[in-house]
């Protein structure tokens, strides 16, 4: 419901200021404003989504958790797509999550409402508080790789 009153509000409220805003300065200053701040967006888009990616490769080279990075990285791509809407509201918004320490807030409030769990592949790890399941059945396969009855030539037994 909560996305239903979003999608109503929000271009009565774009609405309401393009009005109040083309009728203190103009049609022309105001649509000026609007490409104007389309192209500083777009800018300022390219070069934070440049260092959140060199953050992303940072984390995945320490191996450290990405979840920081990557949220960073959504919420820049998000701030692009309000950029690029025409409107004064959203521009705001899509502003305002260009600056570090408002993605910092809007992470940590995300943080507390949604739980992570991860996966970890390779050697099995299990601890004394996770048992090993009992309907696990480890085995081994191989591929063969000569030319079968499949079309694609491979098999696997």
């Known amino acids: 419901m909560w996305l239903f ?17 083309g009728g203190l300065i103009g049609l022309w200053p105001t649509l000026g404003i609007v490409v104007l701040t389309a192209i500083l967006g777009t800018w300022l888009v390219r070069s934070q989504g440049r260092q959140a990616l ?17 949220a960073h990285g959504a919420m820049i ?30 992470f940590r409030e995300l943080r507390k409402r949604i739980t992570v769990s991860s996966v970890v592949s390779g050697q099995a790890q299990w601890s004394a508080d996770r048992p090993p399941r009992e309907d696990v059945i480890e085995g081994e396969f191989e591929v063969d790789e000569t030319p079968g009855d499949t079309p694609s030539g491979w098999r696997r037994h």
């Open 5 to 21: 009153v979003a999608f109503l509000m929000v271009p009565l409220i774009e609405i309401a200021l393009f009005i109040q805003v």
């Open 54 to 70: 060199e953050n992303l490769r940072r984390s995945f080279g320490a191996l450290n958790d990405p979840t920081e990075p990557l």
């Open 77 to 106: 791509l998000f701030s692009g797509a309000l950029l690029l809407t025409p409107g004064f509201f959203t521009d705001a918004v899509g502003f305002a999550l260009l600056v570090p320490g408002v993605r910092n807030v809007v």
